[in-house]
């Protein structure tokens, strides 16, 4: 596959459905949501993280990733979005292998929080009703979830982001077609 191969199958209807979704996702933090999209990204870029990198990052939003040149490229050809080695530097950062420190993004300011990175982390699944316990705005009471192949240390991690709130990084959790949402204001405890 080239960074010529199409994206989105339907450019207009599955960008729009994937933005919902991921709006979904955000809103109600840690509900696991489908991608609808028909797209084939190439390896190792998941159908989830490749419909949000496509429904988000443009020219304006320079992009940290790990995922290889093809992907780069492919990135770069349908959404526009620089690529920058500098992780501190990107608005959105992608990682399909070992998890960044969620301290090396760039976590906005006070002025402007909304400057905060969003981390795009690919896992090997998600799972509701056990795991994590998330509590926060958009849970009623607290929700369950399961995320296997996250980092050993990312709820200790979670701990000191979460704390730097309206600050932060906000992290998308993409395993297959499926997507969380952790925003910065969710507080994550051990199961």
Do not use: K
């Amino acid at each position: 596959m080239t960074h010529l191969s199409p994206s989105f199958a339907d450019p207009v209807l599955d960008a729009q459905a994937s933005f919902r979704a991921i709006l979904e996702a955000m809103s109600r933090p840690g509900r696991i949501q489908r991608i609808e999209a028909r797209i084939a990204p190439p390896a190792p870029l998941c159908t989830a993280a490749a419909a949000a990198l496509l429904s988000l990052a443009d020219a304006d939003t320079p992009l940290w990733l790990d995922a290889g040149d093809a992907v780069a490229e492919w990135l770069r050809f349908h959404c526009g979005a620089p690529i920058t080695p500098e992780i501190g530097a990107a608005r959105f950062a992608l990682a399909c292998g070992a998890a960044p420190s969620l301290e090396a993004l760039d976590v906005g300011t006070d002025e402007d929080p909304q400057l905060g990175a969003t981390l795009i982390l690919q896992v090997a699944g998600l799972v509701a009703g056990d795991g994590w316990r998330l509590t926060g705005p958009g849970i009623q009471h607290e929700h369950r979830l399961r995320v296997l192949g996250a980092p050993a240390d990312f709820t200790t991690a979670w701990a000191r982001n979460q704390a730097l709130f309206p600050r932060g990084v906000d992290v998308l959790l993409c395993a297959g077609d499926s997507i969380a949402a952790l925003p910065r204001s969710v507080t994550i405890a051990e199961g």
